[in-house]
């Protein structure tokens, strides 16, 4: 069987070059995929300034629902500090340091920030200078106050005075006692200067702390030669219970950010929601290029079927043929895979979506699943497409093998018109449900009514032929005559060349002005919503100063200034009778939030969060049975648990999100407890502007920017956009790759029936004619059956987040594409049979 396979797959090479494309293709953009997901479930950063630890005491940063993956948690969890001393009476423990960060920054001679990693976290106590790998250290600990050991890249020397920010204070001149020389080293204070800086000061209980007293981020460990294992088994023991997690080895680098944990889980997230529509769109390029491969191959079916072969053994060998080219091609595919998913990350980390020291994880397991389900893929395409002339009587199959049949199956016909009936009531989301996820609808829609319209497709050309047929002139031209003719004849092959075009067409517009319009509804409530003209921010210190809020309303013509702070929440509610977990940002309002924000409030008053309370979108509030005056169970963003009463309900949750949090709730659940920004709002006059400017200027770091940037600056874009476009390019390309192999494969196939219009009179020009004719019918029938399928759903996508049924997005982008179909259609088309036409008719025949 495998010899015969592989003799008739060299004979028809050109016809399984399609399928080796869409294989490749495919293998690929799934490999991609799983390394990303791979990446995401098992990298690990490095160590970094942990590396001289040898075992990590530190909270865990992920939610753990029942039954799910993990929600990462980007607020730093604490751990308590008096477990330090516990640990330290530990056989085999040398050190034991508790590690606090908190925001620092370096001001130089000229008044400039010095750029750092992460401002947020770069002040430590000098203890943790244990906790670093070999670090080179020259001068001696920060014993007073003023005293500060900084990193070698300040390019300050020990003695030198330098200005210095810490705990989003003002800059104060500190004597620089130490430099230290160490991936990742950051400011070093005094132990006790450190704890007062951070808030920390005080014990568990008393003291004058901050919400965060008697706490460290996590404690290192160092350990007697040999002792590693014992002493984290020991710790194991200590901690068990408490919920706080012992890291050693590769581990260790989780520890070193919450944020790694965000990243690993965005990767997971993100090759989850690819993985849905590459398989769609892979099955279907796949099954198509298949099918085109043995509609050519059945006359030798057929034939092998008049001799004996059995109905089994026919789909048997069409399946080991299609494998055989499957493996072949999926080797290199897999390869290229893993070049997409390094080049893909890399733009990530580009966008500031991933940590630059996010590594990704090359293991053989997405090697292994792609090619499992590229397998699976086209052993049951190639089965599907061999399945009829396996099951004809040899008779009808080898008369069969020359023609189609003269009425397209009805179960095909009907299924294919019940999955865009489906596709067209799923497209209707958007109107119910203003939300991202609601908007996705929209793409799903689109590429189920392209499967719908390939499966429906014979028919449809079939109609659409015959009536074109009956209306034609009878003075009409041969070729024109001809091309209408064969559309109707041989309806399957047609439908089978107009899907994939027509696909293509319904997944950009679709799949493109979702983005669009779902990025200019959020626009518009941000806009509409935002009152503040003007924002206040410091991301070079890692958070603004404590009194700057106050400071900017004691400046005459300031109207109102609140502090604004972005963190996460994990929400679960119940949907469907099951228990549903969602991760989303969350706003931290003061109760005079409704100066600097209009969020359409519905129900209650904002003004009213104080202590446990939360405002929610409507959506939120109608999907989760969150209404005013009900109390709803929240994970904030370091893992705490809270229970909190909803004191509004607003309209633009599209815009803020569905969660705003009080500040009384969120205090001593952020990293940092600075507020992120401040929001300004203003006379309007030039002089407050002034005002308004010359405060940022007297602060280092502090930065002065409009709320509306303005159209076309791309500041406000979400990485998510980023992403969304680049994986649309990427599919595109795959798509006008297997369109272009599928119309190729398909001229090629007809050499038989060129050859035969020759010899009863064509001249080749007139075979061009006919071809090119066909040509353009497959590309106006392509890209019209596109634009009809995606029609209602953009309508219906536009009316629900715009108030009007067209989409927001570049005009240009219709044109274009069907100007890309059209020129694929036509030189795909044209070339093939100009080659086909070089051959003499009576060779081309013998030869087939």
């Not at 960060?101 to 947020?120: K, N, S």
């Not at 074109?468 to 041989?490: F, H, I």
Request: aromatic content about 4%; proline content about 7%.
């Amino acid at each position: 069987m495998l010899h015969l396979a592989l003799r008739m797959a060299a004979h028809r090479f050109t016809a399984l070059l399609a399928v080796a494309c869409a294989v490749l293709g495919g293998a690929a953009l799934l490999t991609g995929t799983g390394v990303l997901a791979e990446s995401g479930l098992r990298s690990q950063l490095p160590p970094g300034r942990l590396g001289g630890a040898d075992v990590v005491v530190a909270a865990d940063q992920e939610f753990h629902p029942s039954g799910d993956l993990p929600v990462a948690l980007p607020e730093r969890a604490t751990v308590p500090a008096d477990l330090v001393g516990r640990l330290t009476r530990v056989k085999g423990v040398t050190a034991a340091v508790g590690d606090i960060g908190f925001p620092a920054a370096l001001i130089d001679a000229r008044g400039r920030v010095l750029p750092a990693e992460d401002p947020r976290t770069l002040g430590h106590g000098w203890s943790s200078t244990t906790l670093l790998p070999q670090p080179r250290i020259e001068g001696h600990p920060p014993s007073a106050r003023d005293e500060v050991a900084v990193p070698a890249s300040a390019g300050v020397r020990m003695g030198d005075r330098i200005r210095v920010v810490a705990g989003t204070g003002e800059p104060s001149s500190y004597r620089v006692s130490a430099v230290v020389d160490a991936p990742e080293a950051g400011v070093y204070f005094a132990d006790g200067t450190a704890r007062r800086l951070s808030g920390r000061e005080g014990t568990a209980g008393g003291g004058r702390g901050g919400p965060r007293e008697g706490t460290v981020d996590l404690i290192g460990l160092r350990v007697a030669p040999g002792a590693g294992e014992p002493v984290a088994a020991a710790v194991r023991d200590q901690v068990a219970g408490t919920g706080l997690k012992v890291l050693t080895g590769a581990d260790r680098g989780t520890a070193v950010g919450p944020g790694v944990s965000a990243a690993r889980s965005l990767l997971i997230l993100l090759a989850g929601s690819l993985a849905g529509i590459l398989l769609m769109i892979v099955g279907f390029v796949t099954a198509g290029a298949l099918g085109v491969s043995i509609a050519g191959q059945r006359r030798d079916l057929a034939l092998m079927r008049a001799v004996g072969a059995t109905p089994k053994q026919i789909r048997r060998l069409a399946a080991c043929q299609a494998t055989v080219v499957a493996v072949v091609s999926a080797v290199p595919g897999i390869g290229l895979g893993y070049l997409l998913a390094g080049k893909f990350a890399q733009a990530l980390v580009d966008r500031a979506v991933l940590p630059r020291g996010l590594p990704l994880t090359f293991g053989p397991l997405p090697a292994l699943v792609t090619l499992v389900l590229m397998l699976a893929v086209v052993q049951v395409s190639a089965r599907g497409a061999a399945w009829r002339t396996s099951t004809l009587p040899a008779t009808e199959a080898v008369a069969e093998s020359r023609s189609e049949p003269r009425a397209p199956s009805r179960a095909r016909t009907l299924t294919g018109l019940l999955l865009i009936a489906a596709a067209t009531a799923s497209a209707v989301t958007p109107l119910l449900v203003r939300t991202a996820l609601g908007a996705t609808s929209t793409s799903i829609a689109g590429i189920m009514a392209a499967i719908g319209l390939a499966l429906s497709g014979p028919a449809l050309v079939k109609g659409a032929g015959g009536a074109v047929l009956r209306r034609m002139r009878p003075g009409a031209l041969a070729p024109s005559w001809l091309a209408v003719v064969g559309m109707r004849a041989y309806a399957l092959r047609f439908a089978g060349v107009i899907s994939p075009p027509a696909m293509g067409v319904v997944f950009v517009l679709t799949y493109t002005f979702t983005q669009t319009t779902v990025l200019a509804a959020t626009q518009q409530d941000i806009r509409v919503g935002t009152l503040a003209q003007h924002t206040l921010s410091a991301p070079q210190l890692g958070g603004l100063p404590p009194d700057t809020a106050s400071a900017v309303r004691r400046l005459p013509g300031v109207e109102a200034a609140e502090p604004v702070t972005t963190t996460t929440a994990v929400w679960q509610y119940k949907e469907f009778g099951e228990t549903t977990t969602e991760s989303a940002s969350a706003m931290i309002l003061s109760p005079g939030g409704a100066g600097v924000y209009d969020l359409d409030v519905r129900d209650g008053d904002l003004a009213r969060l104080k202590g446990a309370t939360v405002a929610v979108s409507s959506e939120a509030a109608g999907s989760r049975d969150a209404g005013l005056g009900r109390r709803v169970e929240l994970i904030l963003g370091d893992g705490a648990r809270v229970t909190a009463r909803v004191v509004a309900v607003y309209a633009r949750g599209l815009g803020f999100g569905p969660l705003v949090l009080s500040q009384d709730l969120a205090a001593g659940h952020t990293t940092v407890p600075a507020p992120q920004s401040i929001l300004v709002r203003t006379d309007g006059s030039a002089a407050a502007e002034e005002r308004l400017a010359a405060l940022a200027g007297e602060h280092p770091g502090v930065v002065l920017s409009d709320t509306d940037p303005g159209p076309g600056t791309g500041q406000d874009t979400p990485p998510e956009v980023w992403i969304n476009l680049a994986v649309i390019v990427v599919l595109l390309a795959y798509l006008l790759l297997s369109i272009a192999n599928k119309l190729v494969a398909s001229t090629v196939q007809r050499r038989t029936e060129i050859a035969a219009l020759r010899l009863v009179g064509m001249t080749p020009g007139q075979v061009r004619a006919m071809m090119r004719r066909e040509a353009v019918a497959i590309a106006a029938t392509a890209c019209g059956a596109g634009l009809v399928l995606s029609v209602v759903p953009l309508a219906l996508l536009g009316q629900g987040f715009l108030g009007h049924p067209w989409p927001s997005g570049p005009v240009w982008l219709l044109p274009v594409t069907v100007l890309v179909v059209t020129v694929t259609a036509f030189l795909t088309i044209e070339l093939p049979t100009r080659k086909a036409l070089r051959t003499p008719p009576a060779e081309a025949l013998r030869t087939l």
